[in-house]
RNA sequence: GCCGAGGUGGCGGAAUAGGCAGACGCACCGGACUUAAAAUCCGGUGGGAUUUAACUCCCGUGUCGGUUCGAGUCCGACCCUCGGUACCA
């Protein structure tokens, strides 16, 4: 046997064993299942570091999972639809398909020399026919259910990226992709109703106890649930009214004027043809010049023109100005607000610079006078000068004022969201077909479902520019109209590749079926996905938009859960000197030289151990090494002792301290190991344990007569080091497992098991206080009785020099940790 | 501004129920082995005071205060860092 771990051949080794074998197929079978499933990468071509880490986290819990009993299903895949496929048709002139599937090759390359545990059986491809064929059709379920529809909006389009992008793409008014500031276009798209799911989507956050509160969090916010009141203002001299969208229906006496949108559709409406017209237009064209950060950052000055038109307000009776400001959105509510300055910090900012009225209507702990304010009151408070609201509270004004506003047919109560439907249209070629045909006659015609996969043609220009490759396409774009066999056109829009990852942890389920999207039966054995493992990146993107899918696919009774992903681990960058690696910048380290210098074993090693997953981790080259030393330490342990350890298989007694303490350690390490992976998820500790009793196993030989090894002791000690280290480091104990004799493979083995009785000590320390300080430490049996400890504990010398001349006032005793005597 | 996470040695990090702060690793220092080096093995390593040394003592988990026999851990106020979000009506 070697003096040294040879990864060269002995991964390499493996790798092929376990793909010969089958070792990690996975079928459906009368056994409790565990489904651990890794965010699937775009295949960009090479892998990083931050894949190295998320697939190794996950190939932990698949390994432990699978030593536990349990049936586990560990798939891979490749989110391969996307940008950078064609940007590299454009710029190398590359065909997408062809750029795409090498790479996919290559990375699965790679991926096998991570030894990673899938059932490569299981790959899919979002960009393969035989996927994107049910990404259409559940396009078509959604478009039949009313979920999906075509709608002339305001989109966000990114000049760089030559597509529109929905709101979950767009960053501080930036492409999320590429950071090119977006621009507004109208446009006519394709949405999906996620706002249908909105209030599912908020309440089952409860069913995900085991997902970080900041994912939760951050969706929720990202959803923005309000309630209030939607209310009709009348208009004065006009048929039109403004609806507006108020959390405070409460104020509504102190309403003292209007605010619309610039891009609000009733301004044109109103304006055009009265001696205002050509102010407000001139404010209008002044507004849209500004951009994002100007308009809406959180210091943005407030700009804003009077329509001359008068507004109602219903409760007063009173006329009140009807303006148009920047500060109101149109993209929120129903991009109009009545305003009431004296208690909404911006209609107050406005109304002192345009000078307008501000009428008090809630009252504070002082009496306020709306001259006086300096700035509004936002509390809910007591409400006033509002007639039959008078002397009500928040909660009762809310109520009071929404019945009234019903009775009189004027308004009601409404939740609003900030959530907006899903845009799903991109003018780009390397997507999942939109199945959607235009008709002259019969209008927006879906394809019907014998048709699918509607393919992507492959003879296709790519120009980068304005709309779709595929309308040049004319042998795409020109079909027959499904219902009347006239001439029509073909939609040739794409969808958003993250409709295409939306539903895939549903089809690693049934990956080969031809005629169905997945087979209930089988979805509901392995669903939901027991763990899931990805960036936080995806906490609004991805994980919103795949619980909407789950959701509908539920409904749909293709499966019988609500939620996909059962626990959620993100996990946090790899950074080098506290910056993210970033090819632009250089700062790389490239995972296959990692494994060329130091192997699979000491980068997955390495990487779970430099930090706990959740938390960033700074490559270190001195760590790597560590993780390397650490490796062939215990491959020493077996090498060096190879002989005695082939013949030492029997039944052992525990002849001296020595081996009773390793014993011990040795069942101390299972049970910490054991906690740390399957509970806390804290893999770096759970490796210091293992390290722990290597360290215990090393101590033991050096300090017993070489004559007396007791190597049954010893073997059981090396063997479970090997089980508990196999999930981390798989080859290498793969190896160190057939060196010992063994014929079938570790990872097929069950995961040791600890005796608590073994794990405690005879004798214990206990620490002495006095006072509170720590003064001295005494041995002492660890069933010993309080009592008889307290007796010990007052003899000692050290003790009796702070005990001199003093009372005790209190002893406590804390079993098998410390004793404090508290003395006066 | 609001929401969330966090602040522990030279560094990454540990401390699971309020009970020895600093596990494990890195780096560093010393020793062994070697002609030598590498590799490996053994030992030391929070700061300070005193001491030839041992012993011993004091301080120490962002700051200040509180609860408690006892606080990294609980409570209150504050400071800083990071992430999310931001005219959301």
Redesign the pocket.
Do not use: C, H
């Given at each position: 046997m070697k003096?040294?771990y040879d990864y060269k051949n002995v991964e390499p080794k493996w790798q092929q064993s376990w793909e010969d074998t089958q070792l990690y197929k996975s079928e459906v079978i009368n056994a409790p299942k565990y489904y651990v499933l890794e965010m699937f990468p775009y295949p960009s071509g090479n892998l990083h570091m931050g894949h190295v880490r998320n697939y190794s986290l996950g190939d932990v819990f698949a390994r432990y999972k699978r030593m536990e009993g349990y049936n586990v299903l560990h798939p891979m895949g490749w989110d391969s639809f996307g940008l950078p496929a064609e940007n590299a048709a454009i710029k190398h002139g590359i065909h997408p398909n062809s750029w795409t599937w090498d790479n996919i090759a290559n990375m699965r390359k790679q991926f096998k020399m991570l030894g990673l545990s899938y059932d490569w059986d299981r790959e899919v491809a979002t960009c393969h026919p035989d996927y994107y064929k049910w990404t259409q059709w559940l396009f078509l379920e959604l478009y039949k259910k009313g979920l999906a529809y075509k709608q002339k909006a305001n989109v966000n389009w990114c000049p760089s990226c030559q597509t529109v992008l929905a709101n979950e793409q767009v960053?501080?008014g930036e492409c999320e992709r590429c950071d090119s500031e977006v621009i507004d276009k109208d446009l006519e798209q394709w949405f999906f109703k996620i706002t249908d799911y909105a209030e599912e989507l908020l309440n089952d956050h409860k069913l995900l106890k085991n997902w970080?509160?900041?994912v939760k969090?951050?969706q929720?916010?990202?959803i923005?649930r309000?309630e209030?009141a939607q209310i009709k203002f009348k208009i004065k001299d006009s048929d039109e009214q403004i609806e507006?969208?108020?959390?405070?229906p409460d104020t509504i006496f102190g309403a003292t004027y209007m605010?619309l949108?610039p891009e609000h559709p009733l301004v044109k409406k109103l304006v055009v043809g009265t001696d205002k017209e050509e102010e407000v237009m001139s404010f209008i064209a002044k507004m849209k010049e500004q951009d994002e950060e100007?308009?809406?950052?959180?210091?943005?000055?407030?700009?804003g023109v009077d329509t001359g038109i008068k507004a109602i307000n219903p409760l007063t009776d009173e006329e009140i100005p009807v303006m148009i400001?920047?500060?109101?959105?149109?993209?929120?509510?129903?991009?109009?607000?009545?305003?009431?300055p004296a208690h909404?910090?911006?209609?107050f900012?406005f109304a002192k610079k345009y000078d307008l009225e501000i009428k008090v209507v809630v009252q504070g702990e002082k009496e306020l006078k709306g001259a006086d304010l300096t700035e509004a009151y936002t509390e809910k408070g007591k409400v006033v000068n509002s007639d039959f609201l008078n002397g009500l509270s928040f909660k009762e004004a809310f109520t009071k004022i929404v019945a009234h506003l019903e009775a009189e047919g004027i308004g009601k109560k409404e939740v609003?969201y900030?959530l907006r439907d899903w845009l799903i249209s991109r003018q780009r070629y390397w997507g999942t077909p939109i199945p959607m045909i235009y008709c002259d006659d019969c209008g927006v015609v879906p394809v019907p479902e014998k048709d699918l996969p509607v393919e992507l043609p492959t003879n296709v220009k790519f120009t980068g520019q304005g709309q779709s490759p595929l309308a040049n396409v004319e042998e795409f774009v020109n079909t027959t109209c499904p219902k009347c066999g006239k001439a029509a056109k073909r939609e040739v829009d794409t969808m958003d590749t993250f409709v295409d990852s939306s539903w895939y942890y549903m089809r690693y389920t049934c990956p080969e079926l031809a005629d169905k999207i997945v087979d209930k039966d089988r979805a509901n054995y392995w669903m939901n996905v027991d763990q899931y493992i990805g960036g936080?990146?995806h906490?609004?993107l991805h994980l919103l938009y795949a619980r909407f899918f789950m959701k509908f696919m539920s409904d749909q009774g293709l499966v019988d859960y609500k939620e996909p992903f059962d626990n959620l681990l993100t996990q946090?960058m790899v950074l080098l000197d506290g910056a993210k690696m970033s090819k632009s910048k250089g700062n790389i380290v490239d995972p296959m030289e990692i494994l060329e210098n130091h192997g699979a074993d000491v980068a997955r090693l390495f990487i779970l151990?430099?930090?706990?997953p959740?938390?960033?981790?700074?490559w270190?080259d001195?760590?790597v090494?560590?993780?390397?030393?650490?490796l062939?330490?215990v491959w020493?342990l077996v090498s060096e002792h190879i002989n005695d350890l082939k013949v030492a298989t029997g039944d052992y007694s525990l002849n001296n301290k020595l081996e009773k303490e390793l014993h011990r350690q040795l069942h101390v390490a299972i049970?910490?190991v054991t906690?740390?992976v399957a509970?806390?998820q804290?893999f770096?500790?759970a490796?210091?344990?293992i390290?722990?009793l290597?360290?215990a196993a090393?101590?033991y030989?050096?300090e017993i007569d070489s004559e007396e090894v007791n190597y049954s002791l010893y073997r059981e000690v090396v063997e479970t080091v090997i089980l508990l280290l196999a999930p981390f480091a798989p080859h290498m104990t793969e190896e160190l497992w057939s060196e010992l004799g063994y014929q079938e493979s570790v990872h097929l083995q069950s995961w040791p098991e600890y005796d608590e009785e073994a794990t405690k000590k005879d004798e214990?320390?206990i620490?002495v206080?006095v006072?509170?300080?720590?003064?001295?430490?005494v041995e002492v049996a660890a069933d010993i009785d309080p009592e008889e400890l307290k007796r010990i504990v007052k003899e000692q010398d050290?003790v009796q020099e702070?005990l001199e001349g003093k009372t005790i006032?209190?002893e406590?005793v804390?079993p098998k940790?410390?004793v404090?005597i508290?003395v006066k």
């Open positions: 003096g040294r960053v501080n970080p509160d900041r969090t951050m929720n916010n990202w923005g309000s209030g507006v969208f108020t959390t405070r605010v949108a100007e308009r809406t950052g959180s210091d943005a000055e407030k700009l400001a920047n500060y109101v959105l149109m993209g929120y509510g129903t991009g109009a607000i009545m305003a009431v909404d910090q911006r209609d900012e609003n900030r936080i990146e906490a609004i946090g151990f430099a930090a706990p959740e938390r960033d981790l700074d270190s001195e760590g090494e560590g993780a390397e030393r650490f062939n330490r020493r049970r910490s906690v740390d509970e806390r804290q770096n500790t490796i210091s344990s390290m722990e290597v360290n090393y101590k030989l050096n214990i320390t620490v206080q006072n509170g300080k720590v003064r001295d430490k050290k702070y006032i209190k406590i804390v940790r410390l404090n508290v």
